[in-house]
């Protein structure tokens, strides 16, 4: 709500939502093989609200800091020991490296840049991305 120098109110446009989520619950299995570098898409979505996620790649609709939270599991394993090393790009660069499986940070973005998500795993074996996996991000500013 605003008024003009009038004293007449009226509403503001509200800032629009810009958030996603994504996971894999139910989809055709995501296989990582050992060793070997596996760009981390998902195919079902909890909602999608002025974003575009196509191919595993997050497209943010303008320029801002977005916060991201990305967990990943293998199917039938349990435990947090997965050697899991989590690379993040930015239109193909690389932005950050961890070896982590659950992943929470902010980026500062352009409008239109691409963020993707990249898994090594190093269990030995070749693992199936877990059911539980999932991938969310909101505009903070």
């Known amino acids: 709500m605003t008024s003009d120098a009038d004293g007449l109110a ?3 446009n509200a800032a629009q939502q810009v958030a996603m989520s994504v996971f894999q619950y139910g989809e055709t299995p995501l ?3 050992d060793g070997v570098e596996t760009n981390i898409h ?3 979505t909890r909602y999608m609200d002025n974003m ?3 191919d595993g790649a997050v497209i943010v609709p303008s320029a801002g800091v977005y916060h991201f939270d990305l967990y990943i599991n293998y199917a039938y394993i349990y ?3 997965y050697n899991v090393e989590l690379r993040v790009y930015v239109n193909g660069a690389l932005y950050s490296q961890e070896f982590i499986d659950s992943y929470s940070t902010d980026i500062k973005l352009n409008a239109n840049d691409a963020v993707t998500f990249g898994v ?3 269990s030995g074996s070749d693992r199936e991305l877990g059911a539980f996996a999932r991938l969310s991000c909101h505009k903070v500013n």
């Open 31 to 33: 296989i990582m093989p």
């Open 10 to 12: 009226s509403w503001k």
């Open 79 to 81: 435990g947090n020991a």
């Open 52 to 54: 575009d996620y196509t």
């Open 42 to 44: 998902f195919g079902n």
């Open 120 to 122: 090594i795993q190093h």
